[in-house]
């Protein structure tokens, strides 16, 4: 599978905050990536969750970041509003299958618009619903929480899940997101993840760079 990232993620009711984390992740995480580093931003306009969170995407039309840009994309109506998340400084998309009328055209208009496409599911959204676009996505999302809210605790149901979705797409990138700590992401790793997403597991720690090394270390079998 090659070697495990992880995305430190940002769960934020404002542009102010986003900004602010994601300076923290330049000047802190950056250095201590394997690869490119990429940042998870998670968005929320109430419609696809029960909760906000920071969902403008105009703030995004001039920023401008060294990090690799994945937002995930909490909201419904993805059909059409897909058109207002293709930036230049979003590198990949990700959006619910539950949420997509078309979840192949809604990946068609991110791959036209020169931006990789994700396709995330929730926790109770059974693995087989993504058989039809394996190898038309660039990466699968499983939810190990319910959407929106960040601090859950991890649906220990999920590392069936992962194992899976790898054993019926092993070339698959799959990603895992929600409650993952260490002790936790070494077992999604085994099961076949190859992206841990971490939000409370770096920021709730005084030592994001110590959070973010050891979920590194937890995750190399």
């Known amino acids: 599978m090659g070697s495990v990232e992880i995305i430190p993620a940002i769960n934020v009711n404002t542009f102010e905050e986003l ?45 401008q970041t060294t990090l690799n840009v994945e937002m995930h994309l909490m909201i419904n109506n993805i059909d059409s509003d897909i058109f207002n998340w293709l930036f230049p400084v979003i590198k990949r998309n990700i959006f619910h299958l539950e949420a997509a009328e078309n979840a192949l055209n809604v990946i068609d208009i991110c791959h036209e618009a020169g931006i990789k496409a994700g396709v995330a599911i929730n926790p109770e959204t059974p693995w087989e619903s993504l058989e039809s676009i394996f190898g038309e996505a660039d990466l699968i999302q499983t939810l190990a929480v319910h959407p929106g809210v960040a601090g859950q605790e991890f649906d220990e149901y999920i590392f069936t899940k992962i194992s899976d ?25 085994g099961m076949g993840a190859n992206i841990i997403v971490a939000a409370s597991a770096i920021f709730n720690n005084p030592d994001v760079t ?12």
């Open 210 to 221: 110590e959070a973010y090394r050891a979920l590194k270390d937890d995750a190399r079998l």
């Open 165 to 189: 979705i790898r054993r019926s797409c092993p070339g698959c990138m799959l990603e895992v997101d929600g409650g993952v700590k260490v002790g936790i992401a070494r077992k999604c790793v």
């Open 19 to 63: 900004v602010k984390r994601i300076k923290i992740i330049e000047a802190y995480l950056m250095p201590l990536a394997d690869g490119p580093q990429w940042v998870h931003i998670d968005v929320a306009d109430g419609s696809f969750t029960e909760n906000t969170i920071w969902h403008n995407f105009i703030d995004l039309k001039n920023f």
